[in-house]
């Protein structure tokens, strides 16, 4: 990526007030001049600005294709992104590929972006494997479903990269619901401390499961970090320019060592929670409609459009690759089988285990009774 | 090259500082962290000088904050690091609990074995040095019920020294645990001694009974073992050593010898591992058997007190009688047949 942003960018409070959100981009499509935040978007032009839509509608595709391939009972549980396609592609789009992103359960496109293999994304949610990668071919942790969790990881993979001597960063996304978890307050206790390079990147899409972001936090999640001594940018997470913008800014802080910084991209989650979740139990249709007004991908079609780009023939072009990619992973799902039974105990440790070895060959020998019959 | 081997007379908590330093020398993706391990060496002082030698990016004093200690381990071992994390005393390992028995310990399974998870936990354990609350606890079976985690427990100097080295050189997480009450007693130690985090110890010979333990009760049942046979019984003393996985083919081939069976620790009895090592051994042992197997352990209560700790806490005498059961002594006041 061409960083003509080498700037003596210092993020203070006093730059960045909680009443602030940047955007970059508005609803209706239309630039708007930011004398912060331009400069670091600067190179970012029509044909970049096309990727990232790109990107936005074959990772919604792939959400909508993996929901359906949930309702078709090949997939145990789905947790769909829907909404959150800029927060998650203007970020991940700003990272190097030797970075390392450390995210929860929803961050499909981050895996997207990182090179994670079709397939790869489905392994986990069909139950065939535990995790859907390795990730250190792709830089990306495996999912954290324990909330919050993965901060600290982030953290400590920062310190490391910092102890390596290297500009190598960590990334870490989470939830509003986990900015309550104990461990992304120690996470960013212990980020401030050693001034790890890593950016705790928060999805305020505004619900954990059915409770409302208010049930976590009385101000605004971006105003927590500034009291750990992090400072923090609230962004308009559904517009991709913005966030891109935002992560380069944290990015640049965290590569020349000025520590962490925490984004709260604001967004909203426009499907269920999980393909479990019903949220009309819970959420305002209004709102809902509120935010299908603020779509993160018809807000970029606009601006293109604005561009002079033209717009059907992307779409067109899109389309034709998203029906590709959405083939493509049902195909790769439905070829995705159960690993062979004594498989459940490899790798629970990293060598032998007398007890656990001795559990394997017992239940080898129960099964080799069944050998040949039908 | 022939390694010049050092014996030395250490302390337990002199011998753990020795397998730290060396670790640390010897691979610099070893580090440290835990609370107040830098210039304080540790409250109980087993870091001692680590931090000015090695510096404070190695020996990093990290915030109060157990969940963030093993957390940040974690993203620390992604990245190739081996971190040796301190627990400050066993009461306060369960804010990490989470990050080690959902993390740490399947970290390598979760990802189909791409992942490494070489973090040791020190964890000081057990009571007898008449601590407040929280500072006298025996967590291990917490640990030991989670697959993925190796657990330890060394009772001597000795196997303090090269325990600890083999648990961070081993590619598995491993929870270090401490016997706190005996960091003070010395013993040789042979620093080049190869680390074994496998396998028991028979640390005292004997036929009639086998007398199964860990930590700081290892001493216990030796002295057990000594008066015992001035009244004409003999006690075989194993030293476990490893709590996960457990050395059961060294139990086994005791209990066949003797055909009894006591096992005693200081954690709480219900759902403990002597609960694990009872069943295990009658279901290897059950025709050798001529008594069931017996448990000496602490109370099911929280730990007491430290007035009340002697109470608590299986000593020599409660141990015979334990062996008296075993022996289905007449005379042992707390024979369960008597109930019947
Ligand atoms: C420690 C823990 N507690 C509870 C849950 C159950 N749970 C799964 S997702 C979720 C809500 C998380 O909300 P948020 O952090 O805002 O992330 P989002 O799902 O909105 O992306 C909860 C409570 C969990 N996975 N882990």
Not at chain 1, 57 to 83: F, H, K, S, Y
Not at chain 1, 245 to 265: D, N
């Amino acid at each position: 990526m061409p960083t003509t942003v080498s700037k003596d960018f210092r993020l203070t409070e006093s730059h960045i007030r909680q009443e602030d959100v940047v955007q970059l981009v508005t609803p209706a499509g239309v630039r708007v001049a930011n004398p912060t935040f331009d400069p670091w978007v600067e190179d970012v032009g029509p044909d970049q600005l096309a990727s990232f839509y790109e990107d936005m509608v074959l990772v919604r595709r792939i959400d909508t294709e993996a929901t359906a391939l949930q309702r078709q009972g090949e997939l145990g549980l789905w947790p769909p992104l829907l909404g959150q396609e800029a927060a998650q592609i203007g970020s991940a789009r700003a990272l190097r590929a030797d970075d390392f992103a450390f995210t929860s359960y929803r961050e499909h496109a981050v895996a997207w972006c990182r090179g994670v293999a079709l397939p790869d994304l489905l392994r986990m949610w069909r139950g065939t494997s535990a995790s859907g990668w390795n990730p250190y071919d792709v830089g990306v942790a495996t999912p954290a479903i324990i909330i919050g969790a993965q901060t600290l990881h982030a953290t400590g993979y920062a310190l490391g990269c910092q102890k390596d001597g290297v500009d190598t960063i960590a990334i870490a996304y989470f939830g509003d619901g986990a900015t309550s978890e104990g461990d992304v307050n120690e996470a960013m206790v212990f980020a401030a401390s050693f001034q790890a390079p890593v950016i705790f990147f928060c999805e305020n899409n505004q619900w954990a499961i059915s409770e409302p972001v208010r049930v976590q936090a009385r101000n605004h999640i971006a105003d927590r970090a500034p009291g750990f001594g992090i400072p923090s940018l609230r962004v308009d997470g559904n517009d991709v320019l913005a966030v891109h913008a935002a992560t380069r800014v944290a990015l640049q802080r965290a590569r020349s060592g000025g520590g962490p910084t925490f984004i709260e991209a604001v967004t909203y989650r426009m499907g269920p929670h999980t393909t479990s979740d019903d949220p009309t139990r819970y959420r305002d249709p209004d709102e809902l409609a509120t935010w299908q007004g603020r779509d993160p991908i018809a807000r970029l079609g606009l601006l293109l459009q604005s561009l002079d780009v033209d717009v059907d023939a992307l779409d067109r072009a899109v389309t034709t690759k998203a029906d590709e990619t959405a083939r493509a992973l049902r195909a790769g799902c439905l070829a995705l089988t159960a690993p062979e039974p004594l498989s459940v105990f490899d790798n629970v440790y990293t060598g032998a285990h007398s007890w656990l070895d001795r559990q394997r060959s017992q239940y080898a020998a129960y099964l080799a009774q069944f050998d040949g019959e039908a | 090259m022939m390694l010049q081997t050092s014996t030395r007379q250490l302390t337990l908590g002199q011998a753990i500082n020795s397998a730290l330093r060396r670790a640390l020398q010897e691979d610099d993706k070893v580090l440290l962290l835990g609370e107040d391990i830098g210039k304080l060496g540790g409250v109980f002082r087993v870091t001692d000088g680590l931090q000015a030698d090695f510096g404070s990016d190695r020996v990093m004093d990290a915030p109060l904050a157990e969940s963030g200690i093993i957390g940040t381990a974690v993203g620390l071992a992604y990245r190739g690091y081996r971190p040796v994390c301190e627990i400050q005393f066993d009461g306060f390992i369960y804010p990490g609990f989470d990050q080690i028995v959902a993390q740490v310990a399947k970290l390598h399974y979760r990802t189909q074995g791409a992942v490494r998870m070489p973090i040791t936990i020190r964890v000081p354990f057990g009571g007898g040095i008449g601590a407040v609350e929280h500072h006298s606890e025996s967590p291990e079976a917490y640990f030991a019920h989670t697959s993925g985690l190796r657990v330890v427990a060394p009772s001597n100097p000795q196997d303090a020294h090269s325990m600890l080295r083999a648990a961070i050189a081993s590619d598995d997480p491993v929870l270090f645990f401490e016997p706190k009450r005996r960091y003070w007693v010395k013993g040789a130690v042979d620093e080049d001694a190869p680390g074994d985090i496998e396998h028991a110890a028979v640390v005292a010979e004997g036929a009639d009974v086998t007398l199964v333990t860990y930590g700081a009760l290892v001493a216990v049942a030796k002295d057990a073992a000594l008066a015992a046979a001035e009244d004409g019984v003999s006690i075989e003393v194993i030293d476990l050593r490893s709590l996960s996985p457990i050395d059961f083919d060294t139990v086994e081939r005791s209990v066949k010898k003797t055909g009894r069976l006591v096992i005693s620790h200081e954690a709480q009895q219900f759902a403990g591992l002597g609960a694990e090592i009872a069943a295990s051994v009658t279901e290897r042992c059950f025709d050798y058997l001529d008594h069931a197997p017996v448990r000496v352990t602490g109370f099911d209560t929280p730990y007491p007190p430290s007035a009340l700790e002697d109470h608590f806490l299986p000593d020599l005498d409660r141990m015979l009688d334990g062996v008296d059961r075993a022996l289905r002594k007449p005379n042992s006041l707390t024979d369960w047949k008597a109930d019947e």
